[in-house]
């Protein structure tokens, strides 16, 4: 599920879905809190009002004033808040009441106060809250959160969404400039990770195969008219072509995690080493040698100088431990190597593989059939000689 869609997707929406899950956390705690604030302003504005109005109609009720009584009530309407204020007796009949003028307000809370003298229950009091005003109040806080967080909501987004954009475009470039092929993966990260993975061995799988060692494969280079270029060139002309072949064959095996090793007289050599044998190692292999080969080609051509070199590449199973073992499988990989050189002309890869035949092998390049278990490249798919082309200009462009 993961492979399906772009990181230029994945992103966004990640970010998208963790500020809606910010954004409901945050709104539910905002809610409640502001619930609670709301109620407690309201409660402590009606226990002041209703202590205030006790100790100012306590005495005149005591005394019959009427008059007095209805100066605190009319008192305590002038309040931004207070609807009405309302004395009632002890058997339940209004004594005096004070509203204020114009509608009533839809919503309106009641509370009341009892008023007491010498434990005697004498009147109550009653007013009328307009608690809108207080919610509305906390209600444009949370219109004010809301804003900000929609602002940031879509500021992130945005921003991420750019960000992704500009990530998943520079990991399809590093991974279209990778050797070999496969499905097609949305998902550029694990494009990036399914075409590094056979160039790479990881420490553990190091560790593993210590003792049974690495599948080595052994290109070798040989320039057939070596001794030609010696009479055709100077000393001065020709320490400059080696130069020049030395580097190319350096930044090109750089490209496909190769190492050079020493060749005979009139030759190139280097491997490149897997953990095991694979039709995809022997396809970065192939795809190494091609590359190299297209760019002496080029080298050659601005130079003026008719490099005649034909490609064997041969493999095996090598043991790291102990040295002698190595060195010992190495000797015999470059002698088949150089027998292979020996029996092609110039401008031949020839690919020594006795794992898997023609037949397997097509899935990766086009052959045909040399000597037992000797194929000769002819060519590979559209698709990755394209990618190829462009890996080949760009070492053209450091190399020359």
């Not at 949370?142 to 954009?165: D, K, N, P, Q, V």
């Not at 280097?270 to 590359?291: D, E, G, N, P």
């Amino acid at each position: 599920m993961h492979r399906r869609y772009s990181i230029a997707k994945k992103l966004p929406a990640a970010t998208l879905c963790l500020c809606l899950i910010l954004g409901l956390t945050s709104f539910l705690i905002l809610s409640n809190q502001i619930g609670e604030l709301s109620a407690s302003l309201i409660d402590n504005k009606s226990r002041t009002a209703l202590s205030r109005l006790d100790e100012l109609v306590r005495t005149p009720l005591f005394n019959n004033d009427s008059i007095s009584v209805q100066v605190a009530l009319t008192g305590a309407t002038e309040e931004a808040n207070i609807f009405s204020a309302s004395l009632v007796g002890v058997d339940n009949n209004l004594i005096s009441q004070s509203t204020k003028s114009g509608p009533k307000p839809e919503n309106t809370e009641r509370f009341s106060r009892n008023i007491e003298l010498q434990d005697t229950l004498i009147g109550t009091l009653v007013i009328e809250l307009d608690s809108q005003p207080i919610y509305r109040q906390y209600n444009n806080l949370m219109i004010s959160w809301l804003l900000l967080w929609l602002l940031f909501t879509a500021a992130s987004t945005y921003g991420c969404h750019r960000y992704s954009e500009q990530l998943a475009r520079r990991l399809r470039i590093l991974t279209n400039r990778l050797p070999g092929g496969g499905e097609q993966i949305n998902d550029e990260l694990a494009g990036l990770e399914a075409k590094i993975q056979p160039l790479l061995s990881s420490s553990g799988q190091a560790d593993d195969n210590h003792n049974s060692g690495y599948y080595y494969s052994l290109v070798t280079a040989t320039i057939k008219n070596r001794q030609r270029l010696n009479n055709q060139l100077n000393q001065e002309n020709l320490e400059l072509l080696f130069e020049k072949i030395d580097y190319c064959t350096a930044k090109a095996i750089e490209l496909y995690g190769g190492q050079r090793i020493e060749g005979a007289n009139g030759a190139i050599c280097f491997t490149i080493r897997s953990t095991q044998c694979s039709k995809q190692h022997l396809l970065i292999c192939l795809m190494a040698v091609y590359s190299l080969q297209q760019l002496l080609e080029r080298l050659s051509l601005k130079l003026g100088v008719d490099l005649e070199v034909n490609w064997a590449l041969c493999s095996d199973n090598l043991s790291t431990v102990p040295l002698f073992s190595y060195d010992e499988g190495m000797a015999a990989l470059k002698r088949l190597s150089a027998q292979l050189g020996d029996k092609m002309q110039e401008g031949i890869i020839g690919l020594h593989c006795s794992e898997y035949d023609i037949e397997q092998l097509s899935s990766i390049a086009r052959f045909v059939l040399f000597d037992s278990n000797v194929f000769i490249l002819k060519g590979f798919p559209e698709g990755r000689q394209t990618l190829l082309e462009k890996q080949i200009m760009h070492l053209a462009n450091i190399c020359l």
